[in-house]
């Protein structure tokens, strides 16, 4: 058995779009985050893992910010990867040339819709973003791009209005709409009426942007999912401004083993893709982030070492496998005898069982003394027990 989980879980009662598309933006909104800035050699190596797992699409940057990502863009773009290789622009001509330039297949257009975002940043009215959008979107389609219109801060932005904007992206052969919740101020339940509302006016398929404000984004995606929507949005490790975005591996995770909705990604390389991530980006991933962090798979405790010796899914939704991760367990005041003659059997080690005994109260003590331990003193408390 792989996994183990609720059978309270009635995913056959739950109704997901026939085609799931995945677009990571790790390469654009990840690298927005505070601090962060890829070199193009890390991009490149991002770029490759996220194929390697089988991403349908990647956001590989916003060529329009510098030559040096333009060069980065050019070179995923032209690297043969079977993903789609998307660009962000605005609703400007020369972003779109730009993303061109470098070969996208396609390009995320955006605009400010929220009056908040009209009033204070573009400082236009609604008609002004909507006739934009249009140039935008057919000056993108002329020249054969995949088209993604988003709309920022769609989810403060009035329905009406959102409706009469998409409408008009449909109109201009949009192949898709873009929410995004770029201040992470919707709830499930808000993201499940919109898209629904959505859905009864625009004809082609919708996205969904989420940050993670209120730790909810991942929930938002998978609830806009089962309201309608046919793409998300993610990012690795959940990285990006603020909060950060909905983190590819616990979207995809939580799809494939809670939902039953398996879409095929070679999740094995999750470990593997969040520890380049997290390397080029500088920014350290939680030891208790779902699937990715270090002590997701690590056990102390000796009761609950105990049973994962004999049976890991007693304390494990999933085995470490599926992520490309490792079980550990981890000596420490919690150990009992079972954990330490494992430990021992780990390390080729032989002891008889009073020794054992006597080598389990020095972990203890060793532990609490304030000694972490480490392979090398555990070999330590073994040699001194046994003279
Ligand atoms: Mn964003």
Known sequence: MQYY???????????????????????????????????????????????????NQIEAGFPIVSERERESVKLIANEGLNAKILALTRTKPKDIDAALDCDADGIIT?????????????????????????????????????????AEDATRTDLDFLKRIYSKAQECGADRVHIADTTGAI????????????????????????????GLAVVNSITGLLAGAKAISTTVNGIGERAGNASLEELIMALKILYGKDLGFKTKYIKELSDIVSKASGLEVPYNKPVVGNNI??????????????????????????????????????????????????????VSDDELIEIVKRVKKSREEGKYINDQVFREIVKSTKR
């Open 5 to 55: 989980i609720s059978h309270y879980n009635k995913e056959s009662e739950l109704k997901f779009p026939k085609d799931i598309t995945i677009y990571d933006t790790t390469l654009r909104d990840g690298e927005q985050t505070p601090g962060v800035c890829f070199d193009i050699k890390e991009k490149l190596e991002i770029a490759r893992k996220l194929d390697q797992f089988k991403i």
């Open 110 to 150: 955006f605009i400010g819709t929220s009056d908040i975002h009209l009033d204070h940043k573009m400082h236009i009215g609604r008609q002004d973003a909507i006739n934009l959008s249009e140039k935008a979107i057919d000056y993108a389609k002329d020249h054969g791009l995949f088209v993604a219109f988003s």
């Open 187 to 214: 709830s499930p339940q808000g993201i499940e009426y919109l898209v629904k509302e959505l859905i009864k006016d625009i004809d082609i398929d919708i996205a969904l942007h989420c940050h993670n404000d209120f």
């Open 297 to 350: 798979f690590r056990h102390e405790s000796g009761i609950h070492v105990d049973a994962v010796i004999e049976e890991p899914l007693c304390y494990e939704p999933y085995i470490p496998e599926l992520v490309g991760q490792k079980r550990q367990l981890v000596l420490g005041k919690h150990s009992g005898c079972r954990a330490v003659r494992a430990k021992l059997n780990e390390c080729e080690l032989e």
